[in-house]
């Protein structure tokens, strides 16, 4: 079952290339925003699925191109991501330590929406193409034999990223956290229609042209130890949201204007765009190209605009 919101926050189950307000059923649901909603479907979808299904199967549905979606999980209360999760298409010679970081539940946006680069130095600004978990039921010192029964579905996520921040011990919250730079969406898809998210590909295009192309049999702290291990650490609840990782290679420069697409197989297409009012530019490449070219640093230098180096202007 494809779950999301729409206009108003109305929940809706997704048929084809149409949206069905299934809100009906959710009315026995206490809630004070749209995240209670969800999180109540997702508490009780044992009950619930059936009823969804027939309220899905009876109306008539809206074409998704006349409606506008917003992000299926508005507000979770975390927002966990895996860092440096994949072998980079078997070029590491070992995984990275597990480690992770959260973000702002602000941070989140959805389906046609903007994200927005902010004012602030940094060396370039990316997005992070990744799976995501929308996690099921409350979740402590999960094991790893059990977790996948902890995961309710999956979703689209991009993981956005300003580069270079000073100081160099205040990275991720500065880097990640920022307001937007979380896109999700655009609907969540439930566990049951994925049949193997160990071998999931993985598109994201800027402006139509492939950027980041990977699979998740390169993850290197498979699904179920992230869960173990995030929930080692703090418990998880209905709707929270563990992203994944990326395989960084194909990264590349988020500009004003572009207009990115990401791909998880079988979850659709999330489609965003990027604002910068400063008009800040880079070399069109990705990290890979980049490093092929013989060039020094991760990833190409900022060409133009605000902040550029004295030598850019």
């Known amino acids: 079952m494809k779950l ?33 909603v969800i999180r109540g479907v997702i508490e009780n979808f044992g009950k619930l699925k059936s009823k969804l299904a027939a309220e899905a199967k009876k109306g008539k549905g809206k074409p998704l191109s006349k409606v506008k979606l917003r992000p299926p999980l508005p507000k979770p209360e975390n927002i966990i991501c895996m ?14 330590p597990i480690n992770a970081f959260m973000k702002s539940p602000s941070s989140i946006i959805g389906e046609g929406d903007t994200m927005v680069l902010p004012d602030m130095a940094a060396s370039v600004f990316e997005g992070e193409a990744e799976l ?3 996690i099921g039921k409350k979740a402590s010192h999960v094991k ?3 977790a ?12 956005g990223s300003a580069r270079g921040v000073v100081p160099p011990t205040n990275v991720f919250y500065q880097m990640k956290s920022r307001d937007t730079f979380a896109p999700i969406g655009p609907y969540i898809v439930t566990a049951d229609e994925i049949k193997n998210v160990g071998k999931m590909q993985i598109t994201l295009k800027n ?15 498979k699904i179920p130890r992230c869960i173990e291990w995030v929930t080692s650490i703090h418990t998880l609840l209905p709707g929270d949201i563990l992203a994944t990782g990326t395989n960084h290679r194909g990264l590349n420069p988020f500009m004003d204007g572009d207009k990115i697409e990401l791909t998880c197989e079988g979850l659709g297409t999330l489609h965003i765009t990027i604002k910068d009012k400063h008009k800040r530019t880079w070399a069109r490449i990705t990290r890979l190209a980049h490093k092929e070219s013989g060039a020094q640093g991760v990833h190409t230098p ?12």
């Open 148 to 159: 996948m029964k902890y995961v309710f579905g999956y979703t689209n996520f991009i993981d």
């Open 207 to 221: 402006n139509g042209k492939v950027m980041q192309n990977f699979n998740t049999d390169d993850m290197a702290h």
């Open 144 to 146: 790893q034999a059990d």
């Open 302 to 313: 900022q060409t133009g605009g605000k902040y550029a180096p004295a030598a850019a202007k």
């Open 4 to 36: 999301a919101f729409f206009d108003n926050y109305k929940l809706g189950v997704v048929v084809g290339d149409k949206i069905v307000d299934v809100s009906a059923v959710t009315k026995g649901i206490k809630a004070l925003g749209p995240q209670d």
């Open 132 to 134: 995501a978990i929308v």
């Open 83 to 96: 860092a440096v999760n994949y072998m980079e298409d078997g070029t590491l010679p070992e995984p990275a």
